[in-house]
Structures are given as C-alpha cells and as structure tokens.
C-alpha cells in the first residue's frame, strides 16, 4: 500500500464514521459500531470498509445490513467531504478482531482470578496444617526415645 493511499485510506476511515455517527438514522444501527479499518484497491476504486459492532451475533448482521443499505448515503457523504478523482465504491464487512481481544482480556482476568484463589486456597491449607504433620517432631521423638533409653541402661 503505498503512501498516498494510507492516507486516503484514513481520512475515508474518519469520514465514514463520523457519517455513520450523525448521517445513518437506520434503526438497524447499533450504537456500538466503530470502523476499525479502511482498506483501497491501488486504483482506488474499491474501498473494503471494516467495521466492529459490540452486540450479539444477531444485531451484529442486522448492523451489518442496515451500512450495505446506507452504503450510497454513505458515499455521497463521503464524496462532500473529500475531494477525490475517482471517489470508491464502499463494500462493509465485519471485523471480530475487538470483540475477539475482549473475549480474550476476560478469559484471561478469568484465569488470573481461579490462580489466585487456587495460591490462596492452598496457603490457608497449609498454615492450618498443625506442625506435627510436616514430620518436625518425629526425629526429635526418636532421639529422645534413644537418649531416654541409655539413661535407664546406665
């Protein structure tokens, strides 16, 4: 990707979600839908705009549905907005990658957590333990037994 495009691939990232933020009044919509990346063919033609939305896999596609309709609104926002040759055809898809990364972070707090109480658990355990189960005493008793049994010899 060459220069000129990442930039026009970031400014059409910007635009596009500031349209989808004030210009979509699609009850479809879900609130939590950022665009997470915009990528342009060479010619910039095509632009394959990726999106996350944080709700169930249901309102997910209907989110989904509700962009691919709004793609033409979309687009002759964009078009106001930025001054291009050649203005790209706008095609959404789905992007898991955050929602994947949140799974992930609580999957993770979630393991940390049963650690934690597992070393916890186990620290309880043995500073209840009496001192005697450890084997302290037992070489200590045996010494004594055989000290105890030379004075009675003697």
């Known amino acids: 990707m060459s220069r000129r495009t990442e930039r026009v691939s970031h400014l059409i990232r910007n635009v596009i979600a500031d349209a989808i933020r004030t210009e979509v009044s699609d009850p479809r919509?879900?609130?939590?839908?950022?665009?997470?990346?915009?990528?342009?063919?060479?010619?910039?033609?095509?632009?394959?705009?990726y999106v996350s939305v944080m709700a169930s896999e249901a309102r997910r596609k209907l989110t989904l549905e509700a962009l691919k309709a709004a793609a033409g609104r979309i687009r002759a926002f964009v078009r106001d907005q930025v001054t291009l040759r050649t203005l790209p055809r706008l095609t959404f898809f789905l992007d898991d990658s955050v929602r994947r990364a949140a799974e992930m972070v609580n999957t993770l707090d979630r393991l940390v957590a049963e650690a934690d109480a597992r070393s916890d658990a186990l620290a309880s355990a043995a500073a209840a333990q009496p001192a005697s189960d450890f084997g302290d005493e037992a070489p200590l008793n045996d010494v004594g037994e055989t000290l105890n049994r030379e004075e009675k010899r003697e």
């Open 29 to 49: 919509l879900e609130r939590l839908t950022s665009v997470t990346r915009v990528e342009i063919s060479d010619d910039l033609s095509v632009a394959r705009v």
